[in-house]
């Protein structure tokens, strides 16, 4: 299913950029780089991949699945002819170093091993999550635009994170794996509505969003909810809520201390979003990450609360402006 789902959207990358008129002989190397990054996020989602993979690598050899995102930006830098040694280096750096650091933190028949908590997760974490965020890895993909750049800096973190957390680290309890449980709906249903219930009429008050329903905005649900699920809802919740509230919670002995923790800190991440200091945007998300992670909690899985994450960020482009 996994691979299947990766045809489909391979097909439509490539489908899309006929349309834009991306097809340019440099698109070669950057399709690629995009499809073996997907292919990463997607089909390690499967568990039966995954497992797969786990048995044949162990955790040692984990750290060649490191050297799989740094082979897609080697293919998109030498098909687009913007290869730099300093790009490299910043490449290799950025793929290979996250696990580096898990490595150091415990792995195998280590004590440590499974147990997230150590300097060294939130070490590897930040060099993840930082250069995403502040844009420091838009250097490493100068063409052909924005919105690719930021496809590619974000699936090339997701990658650097599986490789260090799930093959190396071998992390307990980060629940990245796609699937239906019983239960689950409860779990999409019920934040979902809370969020709603609290962020719409908070965010009004605060004049942070205005009911303006788009019609056009309905119509790119349905073409944009699949891009914000994986490009946004996934890679934000296999961070703030897999291994950032997994770990809290064993380093303060207490897992809804490290529940609370991690929503604030979820909070805090948009604060430059818009004008800085956003507060506005600093409650509101705060909020929502706290029923992201009550979804991540209840089901031990990703999914159910990357569903909410996405159907939020969805309605809110189709019912509300931003002032």
Same mark, same amino acid.
Do not use: C
């Given at each position: 299913?996994?691979? !299947?789902?990766?045809?489909?959207?391979?097909?439509?990358?490539?489908?899309?950029?006929?349309? %834009?008129?991306?097809?340019?002989?440099?698109?070669?190397? /950057?399709?690629?780089?995009? !499809?073996?990054?997907?292919?990463?996020?997607?089909?390690?989602?499967?568990?039966?991949?995954?497992?797969?993979?786990?048995?044949?690598?162990?955790?040692?050899?984990?750290?060649?699945?490191?050297?799989?995102? $740094?082979?897609?930006?080697?293919?998109?830098?030498?098909?687009? @002819?913007?290869?730099?040694?300093?790009?490299?280096?910043?490449?290799?750096?950025?793929?290979?170093?996250?696990?580096?650091?898990?490595?150091?933190? +415990?792995? @195998?028949?280590?004590?440590?091993?499974?147990? =997230?908590?150590?300097?060294?997760?939130?070490?590897?974490?930040?060099?993840?999550?930082?250069?995403?965020?502040? +844009?420091?890895?838009?250097? !490493?993909?100068?063409?052909?635009?924005?919105?690719?750049?930021?496809?590619?800096?974000?699936?090339?973190?997701?990658?650097?994170? $599986?490789?260090? #957390?799930?093959?190396?680290?071998?992390?307990?309890?980060?629940?990245?794996?796609? @699937?239906?449980?019983?239960?689950?709906?409860?779990?999409?249903?019920?934040?979902?509505? /809370?969020?709603?219930?609290?962020?719409?009429? $908070? +965010?009004?008050? $605060?004049?942070?969003?205005?009911?303006?329903?788009?019609?056009?905005?309905?119509?790119?649900?349905?073409?944009?909810?699949?891009?914000?699920? =994986?490009?946004?809802?996934?890679? %934000? %919740?296999?961070? #703030?809520? @897999?291994?950032?509230?997994?770990?809290?919670?064993?380093?303060?002995?207490?897992?809804?201390?490290?529940?609370?923790?991690?929503?604030?800190?979820?909070?805090?991440?948009?604060?430059?979003?818009?004008?800085?200091?956003?507060?506005?945007?600093?409650?509101?998300?705060?909020?929502?990450?706290?029923?992201?992670?009550?979804?991540?909690?209840?089901?031990?899985?990703?999914?159910?609360?990357?569903?909410?994450?996405?159907?939020?960020?969805?309605?809110?482009?189709?019912?509300?402006?931003? =002032?």
């Amino acid at each position: 299913m996994a691979v !299947l789902l990766w045809a489909v959207l391979s097909l439509g990358a490539a489908l899309y950029a006929i349309r %834009e008129s991306l097809a340019t002989p440099g698109y070669f190397g /950057l399709l690629v780089a995009f !499809l073996v990054l997907l292919a990463g996020e997607i089909w390690l989602a499967s568990p039966a991949i995954l497992k797969s993979l786990q048995a044949a690598l162990g955790p040692r050899a984990g750290i060649i699945v490191a050297f799989v995102p $740094l082979a897609a930006y080697f293919a998109y830098a030498l098909g687009t @002819g913007t290869f730099t040694w300093w790009r490299g280096g910043i490449a290799a750096a950025y793929a290979v170093g996250p696990s580096l650091l898990a490595a150091s933190a +415990g792995g @195998g028949k280590s004590a440590r091993a499974g147990k =997230l908590g150590a300097w060294q997760d939130y070490a590897a974490m930040l060099v993840i999550a930082l250069p995403i965020k502040l +844009g420091w890895l838009r250097v !490493l993909f100068p063409v052909p635009d924005f919105r690719l750049v930021y496809l590619l800096t974000v699936l090339m973190g997701v990658n650097a994170a $599986l490789a260090a #957390f799930v093959f190396v680290r071998r992390a307990d309890g980060i629940g990245y794996a796609a @699937g239906w449980a019983p239960g689950w709906g409860v779990n999409y249903v019920v934040p979902l509505a /809370l969020i709603a219930a609290i962020d719409i009429p $908070l +965010g009004i008050s $605060l004049r942070f969003i205005s009911f303006g329903p788009r019609h056009a905005g309905w119509q790119a649900i349905a073409a944009n909810a699949p891009a914000i699920f =994986l490009f946004t809802a996934v890679p %934000e %919740e296999l961070l #703030f809520r @897999g291994l950032l509230q997994n770990a809290l919670g064993k380093t303060l002995a207490n897992e809804t201390a490290g529940w609370i923790a991690a929503s604030i800190i979820f909070g805090f991440s948009h604060i430059a979003n818009g004008r800085f200091p956003n507060w506005k945007y600093v409650l509101l998300a705060t909020i929502a990450g706290f029923f992201y992670g009550y979804a991540w909690r209840r089901s031990r899985s990703l999914f159910p609360g990357a569903l909410v994450h996405a159907s939020v960020d969805a309605l809110w482009f189709a019912l509300f402006r931003t =002032l």
